[in-house]
């Protein structure tokens, strides 16, 4: 078995109630998960399997498989709001399960590595969030953590099952977003004669057989790919073929940032892994004996990886949670060689958590947080102290033994995650959750009144609400004459800052995201 049985329940729980956590803190969230839902609700309106639309033109910014597995659940169990969460969920426990049988080839006498990688997943406040966040990330994650398997099965029992995980990860990879599941795989392959201590390895053909698995993932992405090219038109085929991912490689359309900022981010991107003094300390002492198979593989997985995102324009933290597996085994098989935890590892993880405590206590009390947005003010206090409280519980809560210390990692991000979803975004109210405006909008569609959107619309209406049509797009020239010819008609308006709504009279007013949303008649 990957997990003795306790160990699977345990773990099986904490993933559930971290998934509860995040359900009950937030609706989805603008404009990025809106967005996707628009996409599948559109699909599902026009059954067009084929070519996914937003707003009635063509979407080639994504592949089709998340719009198709969440029409799929809503086939099988209704329209409904909750099957989209669940999809990363799912991928997100498959990764998990992956990454054991990944440890059980490279470390088949350390049964502890597969775990302690386990509940470093589980520990990550990152991967908390996105797995249950409706991204594609988490799917690109769980392709790419199969094809691993492939790789190191392939190498390792030299048959052909491995080559079948290598072609079910390139085709879902390529399907799910597109040919960055070739960079999160290539390097792996390319460096495998300096990881892998198999010996009797024919390269050519194992090369040649990780080509073929390539190619016949590509071919399978083209059976969608080339009649969907050809029935939205041109300028679709440029785009799902070339346009977006060259232009996302050289010069992104957005998220432009230096090469050195997942470094700045390290703290935030690997908390609370990074307040582990013990093992930073096992890092720079570590001596100059050969390095073990499974930490090279890792490393080989890790860094390429790592170091080609860096000098990718856009940089997004979820960009990198394909390598978080490849982080958490890489830890893992150095945090094994720890003997005991010291006292100063509780103290790093618990002053973190008092300080944010603090100074959230401190913004709070002065009304400063107010400057950023007007929901900000609306925070209760009392999350402050919740958080400083678990903090000094973690504190008091001595543990040695390493594996034990995991645990109390994953109750540190269970707190954190706690504390973001239920003192923070769930507090925001209507700012983030936009069931309410929508269905106002859907209640003006229902009666057939002319519905208008002022600015770039992304959909982020239309499956909440229900809507059989989104809002026609204006812009600022051509707000007047629309409203002239639609005297009866509605237009939806985000304001930048602090309206008078006094004077403007609204027919719904609400916060939206960081300022304030209106529907004017």
């Not at 029409?71 to 426990?93: A, E, H, Q, V």
């Not at 209507?430 to 405006?437: E, M, T």
Request: proline content about 5%; some cysteine; aromatic content about 16%.
């Amino acid at each position: 078995m990957i997990f003795k049985k306790n160990n699977f329940i345990a773990i099986l729980s904490v993933a559930f109630l971290l998934l509860g956590i995040t359900i009950v803190g937030r609706h989805y969230i603008p404009p990025d998960e809106t967005r996707y839902l628009a996409v599948a609700w559109d699909m599902w309106l026009h059954q067009d399997y084929l070519v996914p639309h937003l707003n009635h033109l063509p979407y080639s910014h994504k592949p089709p498989l998340l719009f198709w597995i969440i029409n799929f659940g809503w086939y099988l169990f209704g329209i409904n709001d909750w099957w989209p969460r669940c999809i990363p969920f799912l991928f997100s426990l498959g990764s998990i399960f992956f990454v054991n049988k990944i440890s059980e080839k490279l470390w088949p006498k350390n049964s502890h590595i597969g775990l302690m990688a386990s509940l470093l997943l589980l520990a990550s406040s990152v991967w908390a969030v996105y797995s249950s966040a409706l991204m594609f990330d988490m799917m690109l994650t769980f392709f790419t953590c199969l094809g691993v398997l492939g790789i190191v099965t392939s190498l390792k029992e030299e048959n052909s099952q491995g080559y079948l995980y290598l072609v079910i990860a390139f085709a879902g990879g390529l399907l799910a977003k597109g040919p960055t599941i070739l960079l999160q795989l290539l390097p792996l392959a390319l460096t495998a004669p300096w990881w892998c201590e198999q010996k009797k390895i024919a390269w050519r053909s194992w090369y040649s057989a990780f080509a073929i698995s390539f190619l016949v993932g590509i071919a399978i992405l083209l059976c969608w790919a080339i009649p969907a090219g050809i029935s939205g038109g041109a300028q679709y085929q440029h785009d799902i073929f070339w346009g977006q991912t060259a232009n996302r490689m050289v010069n992104s359309f957005a998220h432009n940032r230096p090469q050195w900022w997942y470094l700045e981010m390290a703290p935030l991107l690997i908390f609370p892994w990074f307040f582990v003094p013990s093992f930073w300390k096992l890092i720079f002492q570590r001596s100059s004996k050969k390095l073990s198979e499974g930490l090279k593989f890792s490393m080989a997985w890790f860094f390429p990886v790592f170091v080609a995102f860096s000098f990718i324009s856009g940089k997004q933290v979820h960009y990198l949670l394909p390598i978080y597996p490849a982080l958490a085994l890489m830890i893992a098989s150095e945090f094994d060689r720890i003997k005991k935890i010291a006292w100063y590892d509780h103290v790093a993880i618990a002053l973190p958590l008092i300080i944010v405590g603090a100074v959230f206590y401190y913004l709070n009390m002065t009304h400063r947080m107010n400057d950023s947005a007007p929901w900000m003010n609306a925070l209760p206090i009392q999350s402050s102290f919740i958080l400083m409280s678990g903090a000094l519980l973690l504190f008091i809560w001595k543990v040695k033994d390493k594996i034990l210390f995991l645990w109390k990692l994953v109750t540190t991000n269970i707190l954190v995650i706690g504390f973001l979803f239920l003192g923070v975004i769930y507090q925001t109210g209507n700012a983030y959750d936009l069931r309410k405006v929508s269905h106002a909008i859907k209640a003006i569609e229902d009666q057939h009144l002319p519905l208008a959107y002022l600015g770039n619309y992304a959909g982020q209406f239309d499956f909440i609400g229900r809507l059989n049509n989104p809002p026609q797009v204006l812009t600022s020239a051509q707000l007047f004459n629309w409203t002239k010819e639609n005297a009866e008609g509605r237009v939806i308006i985000t304001f930048d800052g602090e309206p008078d709504f006094e004077k403007i009279k609204p027919e719904y007013t609400s916060w939206y995201r960081g300022s304030h949303i209106a529907i004017l008649s």
